[in-house]
């Protein structure tokens, strides 16, 4: 990468910690969205970037709120996504030493399926959905994570339906997500794919991330949650179909 290609992808970690730090979810999709569509590193990197990145920021939100967790409820969303992780990596490799076009296709496909859900009106619940829709969203969010590190969509589009406390929705989802991360983290490492690139790259956004994140958290107005949403709309809808369009024409031809 060049000079050029570091504050571009750096600008890239920016956006999507902002819409992140606004929306709540988002983070790895608009990364690995943008960092595709601009071809600044192997999404495989980028991926394991995200996992580390998200594994922090977790981690520290974790740390200052341990409290309104309810385990009989996260337990086995948890358990199915632990398993589509490994099935997620699974895939990544197989993809990956196959065609990296594939790949593109199926993150673009993914990102653009994720814009839908942000605009998606939906209704709350009247009462808890059964266990055996939290196992299965919790088996896509796990398979999305394991895939491109991207577990959020289907549990944050399932829980947030929930007639749950904000603050269990939101711990829930933290754990989900922490847990994601180390375990693909660890399977990605096992099979000797977490490379040095994917090292620096993380390195070299943290301070991005956790000062941005600082900022928007103290200055950030609560009524532009919904101009945050447009934006991250347009730019999934932006590079959803960036990576879709060429990888389905390179797939056909």
Request: glycine residues 8%; positive net charge; aromatic residues 8%.
């Amino acid at each position: 990468m060049t000079w050029v290609d570091h504050m571009l992808f750096l600008g890239c970690v920016a956006l999507a910690t902002y819409a992140q730090t606004m929306t709540g979810f988002a983070f790895g999709l608009v990364l690995l969205g943008l960092t595709g569509l601009f071809s600044l590193a192997p999404l495989p990197e980028v991926s394991n970037v995200v996992s580390m990145l998200t594994l922090a920021n977790a981690l520290v939100a974790l740390g200052r709120a341990r409290s309104h967790l309810s385990w009989s409820l996260i337990r086995p969303p948890l358990a199915a996504s632990l398993v589509g992780v490994a099935v997620g990596v699974a895939a990544l490799e197989w993809i990956s030493g196959s065609t990296a076009m594939l790949l593109r296709w199926l993150l673009g496909l993914t990102i653009l399926a994720c814009a839908i859900l942000l605009v998606a009106r939906t209704r709350p619940l009247a009462r808890v959905s059964s266990r055996l829709s939290f196992i299965l969203y919790g088996g896509l969010s796990g398979v999305l994570g394991g895939l491109f590190s991207s577990a959020g969509p289907p549990m944050v589009y399932h829980l947030y339906r929930q007639p749950l406390p904000l603050p269990l929705v939101r711990n829930s989802l933290l754990v989900l997500f922490s847990a994601n991360a180390v375990v693909r983290l660890s399977l990605v490492a096992g099979h000797g794919s977490l490379g040095a690139t994917a090292l620096w790259l993380s390195l070299e956004a943290l301070p991005v991330v956790v000062g941005l994140t600082w900022l928007v958290r103290r200055y950030a107005s609560a009524e532009s949650v919904q101009a945050v949403k447009r934006m991250v709309l347009v730019l999934l809808l932006l590079a959803g179909l960036g990576l879709l369009i060429p990888a389905t024409r390179a797939l056909l031809a």
